[in-house]
């Protein structure tokens, strides 16, 4: 596809247009990272650049720019060519499906579009029309986006594509892309909240206390943090395997997991009071849920990779706890610099009152960059408001910390974009610096 227009840029990342040693005339390739209606992220050189541009662009997207003119901060770039929708690009449209299924001849299927759309966000588009075929038998009937995203991760990983574990990772990805206002297990048990439902389990007070983090209780913030792959029963089945009869015994007499306490519950423990339906739809829902966080982690250590979940509380009076999300990602060759960094974490959470927050941590030598990106303008304004608080509570730091503007992204982008930057995020290794 060829394409053409002007690009008027502003640096998005520390420090001035110096940093990107742009020459006028010069030929560049970027990655479109996001797209909104106002503006489009570039990943120039291993830096975000932000972009009002006339040409239709979207995410995942490779182009090749030429500098027009760069004077005073402002750089203008040449849009010369766009190499067309990307992999992870062109998969936000039925139409983009549409071209995928007709370019292997496969019939237009409601599971095929579901499968094509999800192959397509994950990166996938060498993949025979055999294995496409196989992958929409297994989807079965009823299928939804979450069910197809979750085979197409399976499948990626080279995993065992089992029900048990499709719909693992599905009602994973189905609690990660909820509503803030939200409970779990979906629509029938919007109401119940963790704290609900672990009132019914033995121990369950103590062991939400032990989950949930408190945003006002700093000094423990990060002994829970480290305490919660044990908390949640990650390791649930290692553990098992390797305890012999003894251990397994003194094992429930300690504090139970999460994992642990909801299998007990479901399997018939008898309890003082007994759950009604829609307490226990939110504890197998949860239950799914953690499996499907222990899928994600399957044959992440050689990647150096790791994600995590817990629960927020801001401390507010009568406030339900909210989830969290988190990723991890070491560089294996250090980095290269803040758009290319040596460490990366994200994390995703959201409120009632502020909505849907995406946050990204990137540590470079002694520099963290933290760029937030929200689902409207209150918060947005809200952030940007508080810039120099949130610098002041993180001088301690043994990095310098630097807070780019907080980015406000549409309902499609925040489905469709941030379940993929959760899982892989978007770093300049994917970029050729110079033509």
Same mark, same amino acid.
Not at 158 to 166: F, M, R, T
Not at 240 to 245: F, H, N, P
Not at 377 to 397: C, G, P, V
């Given at each position: 596809m060829q394409i053409s227009g002007d690009l008027t840029l502003w640096l998005k990342s520390e420090g001035g247009t110096g940093q990107l040693k742009l020459e006028t005339g010069e030929m560049v390739r970027a990655l479109v990272k996001d797209v909104t209606s106002e503006q489009v992220v570039l990943?120039? &050189?291993?830096?975000?650049?932000?972009? &009002?541009?006339?040409?239709?662009?979207? =995410?995942?997207?490779?182009?090749?720019?030429?500098?027009?003119? !760069?004077?005073?901060?402002?750089?203008?770039?040449?849009?010369?060519?766009?190499?067309?929708?990307?992999?992870?690009? %062109?998969?936000?449209?039925?139409?983009?499906?549409?071209?995928?299924?007709?370019?292997?001849?496969?019939?237009?299927?409601?599971?095929?579009?579901?499968?094509?759309?999800a192959l397509l966000e994950a990166g996938i588009d060498?993949?025979? &029309?055999?294995?496409?075929?196989?992958?929409?038998?297994l989807l079965g009937a009823?299928? !939804?986006?979450?069910?197809?995203?979750?085979?197409?991760?399976?499948?990626?990983?080279?995993? =065992?594509?089992?029900?048990?574990?499709?719909?693992?990772?599905?009602?994973?990805l189905q609690h990660f892309n909820a509503n803030a206002t939200d409970g779990l297990g979906g629509k029938e048990a919007a109401t119940v909240g963790l704290t609900d439902m672990l009132s019914f389990l033995d121990k369950g007070s103590e062991l939400g206390d032990q989950l949930v983090i408190n945003t006002k209780d700093?000094?423990?913030?990060?002994?829970?943090?480290?305490?919660?792959?044990?908390?949640l029963g990650l390791e649930h089945e290692?553990?098992?395997?390797? %305890?012999?009869?003894n251990s397994l015994t003194s094992l429930t007499k300690t504090m139970p997991s999460v994992k642990e306490a909801l299998l007990s519950l479901l399997q018939g423990q008898e309890l003082p009071v007994i759950p009604n339906p829609e307490v226990l739809e939110a504890a197998r829902f949860l239950l799914q849920s953690i499996t499907g966080l222990q899928i994600m982690n399957l044959g992440t250590a050689e990647e150096m990779q790791f994600y995590l979940m817990g629960w927020l509380n801001s401390g507010e009076l009568n406030e339900r706890e909210n989830p969290f999300f988190l990723s991890f990602f070491q560089n294996k060759s250090g980095g290269q610099g803040p758009g290319d960094p040596a460490y990366q974490i994200m994390v995703k959470t959201g409120t009632p009152r502020l909505g849907s927050i995406l946050s990204e941590l990137r540590f470079f030598r002694n520099r963290v960059t933290i760029e937030t990106t929200v689902d409207n303008?209150?918060?947005?304004?809200?952030?940007?408001?508080?810039?120099?608080?949130?610098?002041?509570?993180?001088?301690?730091?043994?990095?310098?910390?630097h807070i780019l503007p907080c980015r406000l992204a549409e309902k499609p982008e925040i489905q469709q974009n941030w379940i993929h930057e959760y899982i892989k995020p978007s770093t300049a290794q994917n970029i050729d610096f110079l033509l």
């Open positions: 990943l120039i &050189k291993g830096q975000s650049v932000e972009a &009002k541009a006339e040409a239709d662009l979207v =995410p995942g997207q490779r182009i090749q720019l030429k500098v027009q003119d !760069n004077i005073d901060g402002r750089i203008v770039f040449q849009l010369l060519e766009g190499e067309g929708d990307s992999a992870t690009g %062109s998969s936000f449209g039925r139409i983009s499906a549409e071209g995928f299924l007709a370019r292997l001849g496969l019939a237009l299927s409601e599971n095929n579009i579901l499968l094509a759309q060498g993949i025979s &029309k055999e294995d496409i075929q196989l992958l929409a038998r009823n299928a !939804n986006k979450n069910d197809a995203l979750a085979l197409v991760q399976l499948f990626q990983k080279n995993l =065992p594509l089992k029900n048990n574990h499709i719909s693992s990772l599905a009602s994973f700093g000094a423990k913030i990060g002994q829970k943090l480290s305490e919660l792959v044990t908390k290692a553990v098992l395997q390797k %305890s012999d009869l303008s209150y918060t947005q304004k809200f952030f940007n408001q508080y810039q120099d608080k949130l610098i002041a509570m993180m001088e301690d730091l043994p990095w310098t910390v």
